[in-house]
């Protein structure tokens, strides 16, 4: 039976498919505005593009696409401080798209823009314009595969479109993600990183707050390309984001004011542990500049070659003498490869609409560069495209004008994103989910297993279970998801049979119990539109414990275990005190078709409980016996993270080699900084039996 639970922390919903772009309401609009960037209202910047608040958020409110967003956040997208609203509720529903996840288990280094690409990836925004023609007809038959970005009903005429522009239909990937917000492809698109062998992995770093279907892309594309994907704690934009091969990594300051909530050592341990970041040159954040995007005023050409802005004399006096403090600044700059850089200053034109021009918002891919050039600069053409031709002479200069779209925050390189060269396959096991939102403080406090009861919960046909590192973990149901009853179970998980086809009641009419660990209360009623009853879950305040005789949270221990009973422990995973798991109520898999549960013995060790089989014809998969296709399925008893698994990852390990070798890769951040929580002991699995016998239906193993 699929039972939603009623938690202080809900968790997600199926997931939901179709419709068309989100897009914002009708109604009078400003002909101008003041854009203010984030964090700073006391820099306006004058913009022709018209901008406003929706006045509802609702679906019936976003039919039809007013304007195009730009590359900023508009001032009433700015999250409002402990304020959550329909975005948050989305992205909590879906942590299958959002939630938090462990870096990589192996060293990595950072995608170079002028590396070798395979790919190129875009979202026009319906048909396509004028702007991305010009993009479109630069790289054709220059790169093997271009992936562009459509929703229902778009596919066919985009194709026709596209073909006609000189594409191979061969190299032509059109992807229906479902829903999108906007065409910046390069800040909400997926970062790569490159392992020691070459394979290539994607980064998914938080995109804006009202952006929620553009932030799911990156998740999306890695699903459907067969690729590991990894979602950070931090909101970051590609736009901001220029590096080399070697671990040399350059950004404006906006990475550390989009983030105030974390620490610059913690960010920077993020960005060496996902993207392989070694060495952080960060630039101040110009004034007038809504993005706050480095793209916006600097190009890194190849290891040793930046071109970087520069405004003539009596204009912008203020961005101007920021910029040649950072040219300074980049003089100094030893790359982790040993080199120094040389700088080449271009044109930045100016004019009295405040508008952003740049010509270092270019993209570079294989033997071409495309250039922004704009009508009313024509005189600051030629030196523009000089300075590409000093900085790389073997490069293919196209230039296409961004009249259209510069007011709305950037050119060629913000509405693309590349893929470099390599395997896009996947290198390691999917990681493990360190927490269910997208900010992985939301779970602080929570865990074990972010405020989930011992026994899970149901939400439609999602599964979340405590998972073998200590946070939720969620997997989509086959067929369904529903409370087991047997006595070797009594939680919910993935099923198939009777189950699936009609509920019974989990509990009787009033009654009420406490979860395994002590941690919950419940109480029976009916949560869902099934006629069945059942156990409607909530935690208890902290220092508080359920007493099973009341139901109740209350200040007391849990009482001692009855002595005639005891739960059947396999013996050969105890030796001394060494614990055989990390989270006591976490669920491994024990072998391809069964589950074991952590426990904690009489001596207080952490242990492992008997194999618990799934259903038949049920594999286990990250510690829940669920149905998947055999090159999914675990290979050998104890794989996919299972106990005692050889690839359970070490995120605590320094990869002094790696770093010695230019991967740039040093993990702090991990299992071992987790906390434990206190072992109840095998009194949980004895009070079960004990109240199994008085008839009151409890749940044995979980969190």
């Known amino acids: 039976m699929s039972s939603k639970l009623v938690l202080a922390a809900a968790l997600v919903a199926s997931f939901q498919t179709g419709c068309d772009n989100l897009s914002y309401p009708p109604g009078p609009l400003p002909s101008t505005h003041q854009q203010s960037p984030l964090f700073d209202p006391a820099r306006p910047m004058p913009h022709p593009a018209p901008g406003a608040p929706p006045s509802s958020a609702s ?106 522009l000189g594409v191979d239909e061969a190299a032509l990937e059109m992807l229906n993600v479902e829903k999108t917000d906007s065409i910046w492809t390069r800040d909400y698109g997926p970062i790569s990183h490159v392992t020691q062998d070459g394979s290539i992995g994607f980064v998914d770093f938080r995109y804006y707050k009202n952006r929620m279907y553009d932030d799911a892309i990156p998740t999306k594309l890695a699903n459907a390309w067969g690729t590991n994907v990894f979602r950070v704690s931090m909101s970051y934009e590609g736009g901001n984001f220029m590096a080399d091969p070697h671990g040399t990594c350059y950004m404006t300051e906006k990475i550390y004011k989009q983030n105030a909530g974390h620490d610059k050592e913690q960010i920077d341990s993020w960005m060496a542990q996902y993207l392989g970041c070694s060495q952080m040159v960060v630039a101040p954040w110009p004034k007038g500049l809504g993005t706050g995007h480095i793209d916006m005023f600097a190009k890194l050409m190849n290891d040793g070659t930046v071109l970087l ?121 999917d990681p493990p989910q360190l927490c269910k939102y997208n900010e992985i403080s939301k779970c602080e406090g929570l865990s074990p297993c972010g405020g989930l009861p011992f026994e899970g919960e149901c939400d439609g046909d999602l599964l979340s279970y405590c998972g073998a590192d200590g946070y939720p973990h969620a997997q989509s149901c086959p067929e369904c998801c529903a409370f087991n009853p047997a006595p070797d179970k009594v939680w919910y998980e993935c099923t198939n049979g009777p ?80 614990a055989a798991c990390s989270f006591q109520g976490s669920r491994v898999c024990a072998s391809e078709d069964s589950v074991a ?70 993990c702090s951040v991990g299992l071992s900084s987790m906390k434990t929580p206190s072992p109840l002991g095998l009194l949980l699995y004895l009070i079960i039996l004990v109240l199994k016998r008085e008839g009151r239906r409890t749940q044995v193993c979980g969190s």
Request: with cysteine.
């Open 499 to 578: 189950l699936c086809t009609s509920c019974a009641d989990e509990c009787a009419a009033g009654e009420t119990g406490c979860s395994a660990l002590f941690s919950h209360t419940w109480a029976c009623g009916k949560t869902d539109a099934d006629p069945c009853l059942e156990r409607a879950y909530a935690p208890c305040a902290a220092g508080l414990a359920c007493n099973p005789e009341s139901g109740t949270c209350e200040p007391q221990s849990a009482p001692d275990p009855a002595p005639e009973s005891s739960p059947e422990i396999d013996s050969d995973v105890r030796s001394g005190c060494d």
């Open 597 to 666: 549960v952590c426990l904690a013995d009489d001596a207080g060790c952490l242990t492992l409980s008997a194999p618990i089989p799934c259903e038949p014809g049920m594999v286990c998969f990250d510690g829940a016996c669920s149905r998947f296709p055999p090159e999914l399925a675990p290979d050998a008893p104890g794989s996919d993270l299972g106990p005692g698994a050889d690839s359970w990852p070490d995120y605590i390990s320094d990869y002094d080699e790696a770093e010695a070798s230019g991967a740039g890769c040093s």
């Open 309 to 429: 802005g520069n405004y003539a004399d009596g204009v912008q006096s203020e961005n101007g003498k920021m910029l040649n403090d950072f040219a300074d600044k980049l003089a100094s700059v030893v790359t982790e490869s040993g080199k120094s850089l040389k700088i080449i200053r271009l044109p930045l034109p100016w004019d009295e609409t405040g508008v952003w021009y740049t010509y270092t918002n270019s993209l570079i891919v294989n033997d071409v560069v495309l250039v922004p050039v704009f009508s009313s600069f024509e005189d600051m053409e030629d030196e523009a495209i000089a300075a590409y031709e000093n900085a790389r002479p073997d490069l293919d200069i196209v230039t296409v004008n961004a009249d259209g779209i510069i007011p709305s925050g950037g050119a060629m390189h913000c509405v693309t994103m590349t893929v470099p060269d390599g395997p896009v396959e996947k290198y390691q096991d």
């Open 59 to 164: 679906e019936a409110d976003m039919a039809l696409p007013e304007y195009t967003l730009p590359a900023w956040e508009e001032p009433w997208e700015l999250a409002r401080p402990g304020k959550a609203d329909q975005h948050d509720d989305y992205r909590e529903e879906h942590p299958e798209l959002y939630s938090v996840t462990a870096p990589p288990v192996v060293p990595v280094r950072p995608l170079a823009e002028y590396e070798p690409s395979q790919a190129v990836m875009m979202r026009p925004s319906g048909s396509i314009g004028s702007f991305h023609r010009g993009i479109i007809e630069g790289l054709a038959g220059r790169v093997d595969r271009l992936v562009v970005f459509h929703t229902p009903g778009q596919a066919e005429d985009m194709k026709d479109e596209i073909l006609d």
